[in-house]
């Protein structure tokens, strides 16, 4: 059988042509990378719940009419997904101080912000994915007038569906990061969600005890990463309740 073609790997997944033209086949690794990738490890298990967590969230936006790359999930490990031309910015939307925010303007974590902030960085290893201005996206040619606007608002029906999903399993979503990407139907462009969304790129807090759940675990040394995403795929449903700890070799596909 021949090989299929790579077409990207990055920090935690890799990209392959997909089976028709339009489409990639999104692979996830168990790799786990922080401090732009100055630390690194191999978690088992990682890529198969992130994988299932992405289409958890991606498949809820797409059936309440928030578009979305994501086709279907494929196996274990792989999603087939549209092609999109990503726009080179990450876009973030947090509801809690956290993070690089609170470290910026000096708020607590945890201090809950007045509405939801959207802010955009410029994805670009070499600089650390600079914080920019919508003023920066503009004259740079990133991104127009329209498709800002249509990214905030994008980004923050994720919000509000993220939040109500989250919420109803006793987790509060602090922040996350989304990718967007263009898809050209003729003419016409759309922007759909891009990339992944799963507790790699996203602050969860459990509601009543305020543990974390997300990739602060490995960031900050503050327990097994596994079983954090474990816990958040078992309360969402996503895993069979009776799976055994860390989702590994039990894991439905
Ligand atoms: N984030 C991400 N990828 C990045 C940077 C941030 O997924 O390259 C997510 C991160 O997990 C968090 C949110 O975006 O949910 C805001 O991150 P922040 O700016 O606070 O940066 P950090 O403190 O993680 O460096």
Not at 79 to 105: D, M, Y
């Amino acid at each position: 059988m021949a090989r299929r073609k790579k077409v990207y790997e990055g920090k935690g997944k890799v990209l392959y042509e997909g089976p028709e033209p339009g489409t990639f086949v999104q692979y996830f690794k168990d790799d786990a990378t922080a401090f732009n990738a100055e630390k690194h490890d191999v978690i088992e298990g990682k890529g198969v719940l992130n994988n299932r967590l992405s289409e958890f969230f991606m498949s809820g936006l797409n059936a309440i009419g928030v578009p979305t790359h994501f086709i279907k999930r494929i196996n274990m490990r792989e999603q087939l997904i549209r092609q999109v031309e990503i726009i080179p910015l990450e876009v973030v939307v947090r509801n809690v101080a956290a993070g690089s925010f609170s470290k910026r303007l000096g708020i607590d974590e945890g201090e809950p912000l007045p509405r939801p902030i959207v802010e955009f960085y410029y994805k670009d290893d070499a600089l650390g994915d600079p914080l920019v201005t919508e003023e920066h996206i503009l004259a740079f040619g990133w991104a127009g007038q329209q498709d800002l606007d249509d990214m905030v608002a994008l980004a923050l029906r994720v919000n509000d569906f993220l939040s109500g999903a989250l919420l109803g399993v006793g987790i509060r979503l602090i922040d996350f990061k989304i990718e967007i990407g263009r898809i050209w139907e003729g003419d016409y462009m759309r922007l759909v969600v891009a990339d992944e969304i799963s507790p790699d790129s996203c602050r969860l807090w459990d509601i009543k005890t305020g543990k974390r759940l997300d990739k602060d675990v490995f960031r900050r040394d503050l327990g097994d990463l596994a079983d954090a995403y474990t816990e958040v795929a078992r309360r969402l449903g996503v895993l069979p309740q009776t799976s055994a700890p860390l989702g590994k070799p039990t894991l439905i596909n």
